[in-house]
């Protein structure tokens, strides 16, 4: 950590160039002594990416930040916040700390923090910017996480861990078991230490194998923003052996979606040709499989068992997509071309035989546009085009 780059004219050189190609600012080399124009740079880059990821961070002076990578694999503040109002109490160590975030939003609901952080230079860029932050109830300790919790005598009312993919798993579909730290290997440790542990997993790891992994699994929350899933929060808690509830939940610029249910219950879809109007679940609904629950619990019909698309006579409010069906044709290249004149449309295909791709190629229609074109199978197991436009 290079105490330089908080030097006020660094403040403002850096502030001043944020919008400044970063080869170009390289070419330059550095105005400052005791600063590599390199060390700057990766400044720069860094606090761009957190314009809209850490708006906090970004607004306040005199944070320093780590590199990009450190960025990338932090929580957003959106996903945070959230997470912070699963805990409570007066103790939660962090055993994965990282950049930070999630131990400041967590230090808004409960007394005492700790965050552990293997990485020493990090863990010192997170003790400053908490200062600058004004956050005062943090405690950072540098080294392992799972080695600290076994040296430390009293209980946390939560624990809370971020696990990391291995190296070589980098890329391939993953268990829990190949991440850092091992949470399955290190569960009963961890119960010996807390009643209340939060789990925050890749989106690309599998629900089921990693209940099957764990054990006392009480809710698990699954978060999309603008559609597109961030994170799986795993709850557990010691002894719990009851039904696990899902909860999805989509940030969107107007508004956040919600759809919860319980994992497992018997509950069966109605089926339906399409009527007047045309959902799409969002990307946290798709990911949890609530494909049965959906049309269940919100009384509408699925167009086929596979297809993942609901139909209604009356609009309703839906957690995710809404489109108004103009037109319901069979699979016809000729009889598109005449529906769509403008030769533009937005193209989603769903239990579909042929890609996006392919469509386009055979159709010639250029993406954009106000129509939403939906390729699938209907009831009849027939391959439809429904011609909409978005509500």
Sequence with gaps: MNTNILNKEVQNFINANLKTDITKLILKGSPFNGISIQEIAAQVVAKNKCQNKLPTWFRTENIYYPNKLNIEQT??????EYK?????GNSLIDITGGFGVDAYYFSQKVKNITHCEINEELSKIVSHNLLQLNSQNINTYVGDGIEFLKKYIEKFDWIYSDPSRRNEAKGKVFLLEDCLPNIPENLDLLFEKTDNILIKISPILDITSAINELKFVKEIHIVAIENE???MLFILERNYNQNIDIKTINFNKNEVQHFNFTLNEEVFSTYSEPKKYIYEPNAAILKAGAFQQVSNHLKIAKLHQHSHLYTSENLIEFPGRCFEIKNCISYDKKQLKKLIPSK???????????????????TSLKDGGNQYLFFTTDINNK???LICDKI
């Design 344 to 362: 533009k449309a937005n193209i989603t295909t769903r239990n579909f035989p042929e890609s996006v791709e392919q469509i386009r190629k055979k």
């Design 75 to 80: 929580s957003s503040e959106i996903t945070a």
């Design 84 to 88: 912070s109002n699963l805990v409570f």
């Design 229 to 231: 899933v961030k994170e």
């Design 383 to 385: 391959h439809i085009v």
